[in-house]
């Protein structure tokens, strides 16, 4: 079944630390994004990518990167995780023919 | 950027009772989509509806475009309905990214 899938779910882990987190998607929709969300906020747009090799920077400032060198993966690292990072990530993808947006489950991120 | 107000801000109902969330935009738009969030932070795509109206069991939606809003109906309202309603849409104009309301926290009593 057509899906997209993030890893890992929960992530608790110390400041300074790096770290990656995951989006694939099986439905090859060629717009991927990325959204961090404060519980029961509103969700902010942080990054976003029209296909491979094409990454932009979102609304809201992030000192997270991101790279999509595959379709299918679009990752987001943080180099040096700080206790302001703690929040929700939440990847989505769309199709060109398509406006509908897909969500994953997210990772909730615990900077210690 | 587009602006997106979504009312009421919280919504508590007795199990059963039937509710009506309400999303304005300030312009057009070529996609909107309703969003459950369960309280395990998921979002379940509910409608995705850029007009008129659509039904799925005990939810329905409409969206009027040429009036900026659209209202998401739930009938006969069950515990697992609790959780936060985004509407999200996606401007005619410029950056094709989709931009949420602030949500409405449902919370539905046994």
């Known amino acids: 079944e057509a899906d997209i899938y993030q890893t890992p779910r929960y992530l608790v882990i110390g400041t300074g630390k790096k770290i990656t987190l995951e989006c694939s998607q099986t439905m090859g929709h060629d717009k991927m994004y990325w959204y961090q969300q404060d519980p029961g906020m509103e969700l902010h747009l942080i990054h976003y990518s029209y296909g491979v090799n094409s990454t932009e920077k979102g609304d809201l400032s992030s000192e997270s990167t991101v790279s999509r060198i595959r379709t299918e993966h679009f990752p987001l690292t943080l180099e040096s995780a700080r206790p302001s990072h703690t929040s929700q990530y939440l990847c989505?993808?769309?199709?060109?023919?398509?406006?509908?947006?897909?969500f994953g489950s997210g990772t909730r991120l615990t900077v210690v | 950027g587009i602006q997106v107000e979504q009312s009421p801000p919280d919504l508590i109902l007795q199990e059963g009772a039937n509710s009506t969330l309400r999303c304005n935009f300030s312009d057009s738009v070529n996609n909107l989509q309703w969003f459950h969030q369960n309280p395990w932070g998921q979002l379940i795509n509910l409608f995705y509806?850029?007009?008129g109206t659509k039904q799925n069991g005990r939810l329905s939606a409409t969206t009027v475009a040429t009036e900026r809003y659209s209202l998401l109906y739930i009938s006969s309202s069950q515990t697992t309905d609790s959780g936060v309603y985004f509407c999200a849409v996606l401007s005619n104009f410029g950056n094709e990214k989709l931009t949420f309301g602030t949500g409405t926290r449902l919370t539905i009593i046994p």
């Open positions: 509806i850029p007009s």
């Open positions: 989505a993808s769309s199709s060109l023919w398509s406006d509908g947006y897909t």
